[in-house]
């Protein structure tokens, strides 16, 4: 393994522009455009693996993914709960573009992700990609919402998280039906049992796998766990120490390593880019050392755990404290696929491919990052060590706090947020508070 510190980096310009070379020489002369799969986990924090600090479970195949590829200390997602997060990861766009920013969609709801809007999948398919959604999708129920109207040819899963099933709704009177399950179009099942969604997910990706054909393939897989109610199958009931949290996190792990099996297996592994993280932080888990939760803009809202890896063409052992954030696997993802993304798309999100094959000697610039909270109003941004918080909704108590001030972390020194820097450096609150200001008004 080796520790990569952004800030300590030198870059030899001669020796860069070759070894770039070599790796665009690579992935040019690969056979076959690379299989991607996107292992989505929910509400799982950002101390919710081995390798970032688990205690009482173990995660010994996603801790032995992490040491086959690079494992990111600075990994974001651009929301604090499920649905605009989601927004975000498969268009590459804050969500506020898809006017998804605002808090979650129920089972009430009449909108969702605009069949105009161009997703991860409609990207991949355009080239020449197998595409598939397994697990929970969030982004609407009603028909022209859901997968197979968004690029992806099959879908096998459910429309929202597995709170809503049979819920009601006491404020609006609205009782939500069993949870549907679905297989592409059709609903197969009303309330299934949820121990099993796990397993049952894990057990389609394979099958996804072993029945491939001779396109690449993309495979979404969203797991509903560990969002509340937990549920795992009799196989992890009290495998850990951690109750039955520890043993939902485990049995996700366990997926992890079947579906990494079956991609050895295939001989295909080698070709798979596969990358894990979560949609936010953690509501019943750990985001350790980091301040804050699921649906707060602390960090612990939506600093998550985050591993890519490409055993054929991206490095083994890397830890690198670089910010990136599921924005930029958009178009990472066309660049390695060969494909090209509309001009009119507007895209948030940067193409790292060249990072990841070479996180070395390659540098990302600095950038701004946004933090939109549940309310969907911008409560902070970062940009290089610093962030800012000049509002906030949920994760402050005014009654014992006081009234919220104006708030400057400096996160190389405070990953914690523990100390408000403000008055120390007004230049830099005036120049981030205008940064916010400028881009929220940019997506009115």
Not at 331 to 350: C, H, Q, R, V, Y
Not at 414 to 419: I, L
Request: proline share 7%.
């Amino acid at each position: 393994m080796y520790l990569i510190n952004s800030s300590l980096r030198l870059l030899p310009v001669l020796l860069l522009s070759i070894i770039f070379s070599a790796c665009e020489q690579k992935v040019g002369n690969t056979i076959s455009p690379p299989n991607i799969i996107v292992f989505f986990t929910d509400d799982q924090g950002y101390a919710d693996l081995g390798v970032y600090g688990a205690e009482d479970f173990e995660t010994p195949h996603l801790d032995q993914l992490a040491s086959e590829g690079i494992r990111f200390t600075n990994f974001y997602v651009p929301a604090t709960v499920c649905t605009p997060s989601r927004a975000g990861l498969l268009t590459g766009q804050y969500p506020k573009r898809s006017n998804l920013h605002e808090a979650v969609l129920f089972p009430y709801s009449e909108g969702g992700l605009s069949p105009q809007a161009f997703t991860m999948a409609e990207l991949l398919k355009g080239a020449g990609y197998s595409t598939a959604c397994i697990g929970k999708w969030h982004l609407g129920h009603k028909d022209e919402y859901m997968p197979y109207n968004q690029g992806f040819d099959t879908f096998y899963g459910v429309p929202y998280s597995n709170d809503m099933d049979n819920y009601y709704y006491k404020n609006i009177d609205f009782q939500s039906p069993p949870l549907p399950f679905y297989e592409n179009t059709k609903v197969i099942e009303n309330g299934p049992d949820q121990r099993y969604l796990t397993k049952r997910y894990t057990e389609e990706t394979v099958k996804r796998i072993k029945n491939r054909g001779e396109k690449p393939f993309f495979i979404y897989l969203a797991h509903n766990m560990p969002h509340t109610p937990l549920f795992a199958s009799p196989a992890f009931e009290g495998k850990s120490k951690n109750g039955l949290y520890g043993d939902v996190i485990m049995e996700l792990d366990w997926s992890a390593g079947e579906i990494i099996n079956a991609l050895k297996e295939e001989g295909i592994y080698e070709n798979t880019i596969f990358v894990f993280t979560s949609d936010n932080g953690p509501a019943k888990g750990s985001a350790k050392p980091l301040r804050g939760k699921k649906a707060q803009t602390w960090e612990g809202g939506q600093r998550v755990p985050g591993i890519i890896t490409w055993p054929g063409s991206i490095p083994r052992g890397v830890v690198t404290d670089e910010f990136v954030s599921t924005l930029d696997l958009f178009p990472t993802f066309a660049k390695l696929a060969s494909t090209k993304i509309p001009e009119e798309i507007k895209i948030d999100g940067m193409d790292i491919s060249a990072f990841l094959m070479n996180p070395k000697n390659e540098n990302l610039p600095e950038r701004p990052f946004y933090f939109y909270a549940r309310n969907g109003e911008l409560e902070a941004i970062r940009l290089g060590k610093w962030k800012l918080h000049t509002k906030k909704s949920i994760g402050w108590n005014e009654k014992s706090e006081g009234s919220f001030l104006v708030s400057l972390y400096d996160l190389e020194n405070d990953v914690s947020e523990k100390t408000n820097v403000a008055e120390l450096h007004p230049k830099i609150v005036n120049k981030l508070t205008i940064m916010a200001q400028e881009f929220d008004s940019s997506l009115q």
